[in-house]
């Protein structure tokens, strides 16, 4: 009954060479976010769909794009990774606004060599 | 913007005993307070969370305070047991997202 699912849960890039992680949704909520997150941090918001309405945030690197084509799926793009990029991606989808629950999708863990 | 503070950065307490967190915030309009709790090598989970509208919620072992006035909130843990060793985060809604506080390592000694 996974609600969130994040593919692929491990993924291997080359320095420099565009890589695209994906998120899908059997929730049908309204909103999904994109985080990253680096050991023993907190998740740090990249960006966020509300609908179809993207908001960046101010500090995400240009680096970073995403696309959401229709209300279950969601890509993020890394167009040159770098080493400093290497993490865990977590997706999350919420039913609306931060008012209410985050369900956050088990991530995808990303190395760079 | 919002900014929410979390406090301590790590906990170690006897198993049986409890645990205290606390979290600060900045924005007086922010209304919905969060509480995940992240498992090594797994993804967040919300654990309680509490709206303005009220003072303090509790589900079980757990329970959240939550003071408006003063701008902050705690999470609080009876009867711990192994099983709550996991980082805990606080947050607080802004808009369409949620802010998250820095984390909490939470250790039970045995």
């Known amino acids: 009954d996974a609600m969130v699912i994040q593919n692929p849960r491990y993924q291997v890039t080359q320095f420099g060479k565009p890589v695209t992680l994906s998120c899908s949704q059997t929730?049908?909520?309204?909103?999904m976010y994109w985080y990253q997150q680096k050991s023993s941090q907190a998740p740090k918001l990249l960006f966020h769909?509300?609908?179809?309405?993207?908001?960046n945030e101010a500090d995400t690197p240009d680096n970073f794009q995403s696309r959401r084509p229709n209300t279950s799926f969601c890509f993020l793009d890394i167009r040159s990774p770098g080493l400093g990029d290497a993490a865990m991606y977590l997706c999350?989808?919420?039913?609306?606004?931060?008012?209410?629950?985050?369900?956050f999708g088990p991530g995808t863990r990303l190395t760079v060599t | 913007g919002e900014n929410v503070e979390q406090h301590p950065s790590t906990l170690s307490v006897q198993e049986g005993d409890s645990a205290v967190i606390k979290c600060t915030y900045s924005?007086?309009?922010?209304?919905?307070f969060p509480w995940y709790k992240q498992e090594l090598g797994k993804r967040p989970q919300l654990i309680i969370d509490?709206?303005?509208?009220?003072g303090e919620k509790k589900d079980q072992r757990i329970a959240v305070t939550l003071n408006k006035t003063a701008k902050h909130f705690s999470l609080h843990i009876t009867e711990t047991q192994p099983e709550d060793s996991a980082v805990y985060f606080c947050?607080?809604?802004?808009?369409?997202?949620?802010?998250f506080g820095k984390g909490t390592r939470l250790h039970i000694l045995p």
């Open positions: 999350a989808t919420s039913r609306a606004s931060g008012r209410y629950e985050q369900y």
């Open positions: 929730l049908n909520h309204n909103v």
């Open positions: 769909y509300y609908d179809k309405d993207f908001n």
């Open positions: 924005d007086s309009a922010s209304n919905y």
């Open positions: 509490i709206r303005s509208n009220v």
């Open positions: 947050a607080a809604e802004e808009d369409d997202k949620i802010i």
